[in-house]
């Protein structure tokens, strides 16, 4: 890691915080304002986050996608990316940000507590395949990451809701009907990508392992987070679940999620041996 | 049979097919992977925890959806999806459009004082926010559709499913998957010496040579790409010369031939006290790591070799090590065993003989060996058609989704009253927003043409 790097990725790391900090004194303390401050705070960080991910990618000759601690960086930064449009898109998203700050944050920690040593691509990350496994893989984690923090806020809101209890902030969130339905939303793009990701990834593998499918345990954990979410989807779409049981799937789900993504480096096989 | 397979295509089977997918993979993959781990790990689990070792084997993932019970689950996850979506297609086929549910309740009522809108206007402004709109027939009814082609991405997928089931089953019965290990510059037959394939057809080569192999290091110590150049003998006796590398596989006649992994393969001449020549043999090493050895026996003389390579040797002041992955100053640390007991031990440079016991070792030369893995898998093109429909169906499904709309006109002696209600296949909250939107714009627009005609 160059200085930096490090400088701008430290200082990233304390400006999520800041804004964390806000959220949580917004949600707390039931003010609008500082869940404002907050996301004006995490969007700054982003932006400086990003400048220490161009840095690193200058100085590597590639993309920050090898090892766990780049991985880290990429996934932490895609998971903002989501959440800034989300919040583009439903501005009263913006006290979702008290769940993914955390999350962002345990995402950075998690890899610079790993070797951030600066490697050229190894030979089989030389391949047109790499830019699209890897860029649906992060969208999709990303947005199980929102649906599940969309699913604790519906159990937040239900929860108040039921005992009566007036929230300001809970109030300017949709309804309990719409949270589920933009639960649904989020979960059904997210495996979209998550999809693309499992099948580019079986092409690449074909022709770098000469195999599609071997098991290996991170091919394996995709495999389960994609049957999971696709009981999900046909639980809401088709037997039409709603509600806090749909919530609480939503956030058991994520389970997988971090399984398969913090697999990598130690679960073993083929994806570890390359990485 | 006809309730076996209304429940086999019911979407609550479909579900249980799903969660005894995951559950079953869930649990056989959540034990040790002893299939993948190092043998030093494999067998201290069999000495210290032999129970469990005993569950992993068995029930390793690989071996659980090979076994004839698991397969049952694919079998009729194929057939709950052909029911299914063979039912749902003749249903959508056969829906009544227009016909307005009875159940269905006006969501908007917008009343005006007077008759200002035809039904041809509203169908006019209907087609501009893309609705589909039937041509406005007698009666006070305007139809309206939109995202239709939703539920048809849903069918492409649960197809595109199928189609990868079958592809798997193709791949299953006819994928023919091995290894082949050439080191530079000595010939195999093949296909007899690919290691582990079976029901080879027609093989592209009769003999197969690896010319040359280079891998390129930078920084000393990280390979940014592995060059292979082979040639392999035709049937016709040709000679055809190949380069290929990593994510770069060499194709002939359907086989895949692709770079797996390389080493280094050290050429030794043991000679007995007498100078003849023992055994002059190549060994190809294992995956070069600091600090492994690999082993191997010269039969006949009853000799265990284990060598440890340094292929940049260098020796500061009693630190030994290697200073790039490079060959550029080879040296073997060389264990010589015979009945179990250690005969000769130490350093072996490259062209300088060693004497030991009753033998002289010479380390005379530096080759690479590389694994080819070879593959042809015939259903790997089925597989990526399911794929392609797969993700084709889910993106229409993600991005359409039915809305169906009517207005209801009704007049009466104070003016006119526009009822709106529709219904969404999914995300009914998105759509009650959109027609309450709907409902405002078209209100608004009446007005203002009824002012202007005023």
């Known amino acids: ?275 | 049979m006809v309730r076996f397979l209304n429940y086999i295509g019911s979407r609550r089977f479909a579900i249980y097919l799903l969660v005894v997918t995951v559950f079953i993979i869930l649990a056989s993959n959540l034990l040790p992977r002893v299939d993948i781990m190092e043998d030093e790990e494999r067998q201290r689990l069999e000495r210290e925890r032999p129970v469990l070792y005993r569950a992993a084997t068995y029930l390793v993932v690989g071996r659980v959806v090979r076994s004839p019970y698991f397969q049952v689950i694919p079998v009729f996850i194929f057939l709950s999806i052909s029911v299914c979506t063979v039912r749902r297609i003749r249903t959508e086929i056969g829906r009544q459009d227009g016909a307005i549910p009875s159940n269905l309740p006006v969501q908007h009522s917008l009343d005006f004082m007077e008759d200002v809108v035809s039904k041809e206007y509203l169908a006019t402004r209907l087609r501009e926010r893309g609705w589909s709109v039937s041509e406005p027939g007698a009666g006070g009814t305007i139809y309206g559709r939109k995202g239709e082609a939703g539920i048809w991405g849903s069918f492409c997928f649960h197809a595109g499913m199928n189609v990868v089931l079958l592809g798997i089953l193709v791949s299953a019965t006819t994928a023919v998957n091995g290894a082949l290990h050439l080191t530079e510059g000595f010939p195999l037959r093949t296909p007899e010496s690919i290691m582990g394939i079976r029901g080879v057809g027609d093989f592209p080569f009769k003999e197969m040579i690896l010319e040359s192999f280079v891998p390129v290091i930078v920084r000393k110590e990280f390979p940014v790409e592995y060059i292979c150049r082979v040639a392999g003998t035709d049937k016709r006796g040709r000679l055809r010369r190949y380069k290929f590398g990593v994510n770069d596989p060499l194709e002939a006649d359907g086989y895949k031939f692709i770079f797996g992994e390389s080493s280094y393969a050290p050429r030794f001449v043991l000679r007995d006290k007498d100078g003849a020549v023992v055994a002059d043999t190549v060994a190809n090493l294992l995956i070069f790591k600091p600090g492994a050895a690999d082993s191997f026996e010269i039969p006949g003389e009853g000799l265990r070799f284990k060598v440890e390579i340094f292929p940049d040797f260098y020796n500061d002041d009693g630190k030994i090590g290697t200073r790039t992955l490079l060959p550029n100053n080879p040296v073997l640390f060389v264990d010589v065993e015979k009945g179990g007991k250690v005969i000769g031990r130490g350093f072996l440079p490259k062209d300088k003989a060693v004497n030991f016991a009753d033998y002289s070792l010479e380390f005379t030369e530096l080759r690479y060996w590389v694994k080819i893995i070879v593959s042809k898998d015939a259903g790997m093109g089925i597989i990526i058609l399911g794929f392609f429909l797969i993700t084709a169906g889910l993106f229409l499904r993600f991005i359409l989704n039915e809305r169906r709309l009517w207005i209801i006109i009704k007049r009466n002696e104070k003016g006119e009253t526009l009822g709106l209600g529709g219904s969404a296949r999914l995300f009914p909250t998105f759509f009650e927003e959109e027609l309450r939107r709907l409902a405002e714009e078209i209100s608004l627009q009446i007005q203002t043409i009824s002012k202007e005609s005023n």
Request: a positive charge.
């Open chain 1, 1 to 275: 890691m160059t200085k930096a790097e490090a400088f701008f990725l430290w200082t990233a790391v304390w400006i999520y915080g800041l804004g964390f900090i806000s959220f949580l004194f917004g949600v707390v303390f039931k003010r609008d304002r500082w869940l404002r401050y907050g996301w004006y705070i995490s969007f700054a960080g982003f932006i400086i986050q990003s400048v220490s991910m161009g840095i690193r990618w200058i100085e590597a000759g590639h993309p920050p996608v090898m090892r766990e601690y780049e991985n880290s960086l990429l996934g932490s930064w895609f998971i903002m990316v989501l959440f800034i449009i989300i919040r583009a898109w439903q501005k009263r998203m913006e006290i979702i940000g008290v769940l993914i700050i955390p999350v962002v944050l345990l995402m950075i920690g998690h890899g610079t507590m790993e070797n951030p040593v600066i490697e050229p691509f190894s030979p089989p990350y030389k391949s047109n395949w790499l830019w699209f496994h890897v860029f649906f893989a992060w969208i999709a984690y990303g947005a199980f990451c929102i649906g599940a923090g969309l699913g604790l806020l519906y159990l937040l809101k239900e929860r108040g809701e039921k005992k009566g209890k007036e929230n300001s902030l809970f109030a300017r969130l949709p309804e309990l009907r719409a949270l589920n339905d933009l639960t649904l939303r989020i979960i059904i793009f997210g495996f979209v990508a998550l999809t693309t990701e499992i099948g580019v990834g079986a092409i690449w593998a074909y022709g770098l392992w000469g195999r599609y499918w071997g098991w290996d345990p991170i091919e394996t954990w995709s495999l389960i987070t994609w049957l999971a979410y696709g009981t999900y989807i046909h639980l809401g779409a088709t037997l039409g679940w709603k509600g806090r049981r749909m919530a609480w799937l939503a956030i058991l789900a994520l389970l997988f999620v971090f399984i398969t993504f913090g697999g990598i480096g130690f679960l073993g096989g083929v994806h570890t041996t390359i990485l």
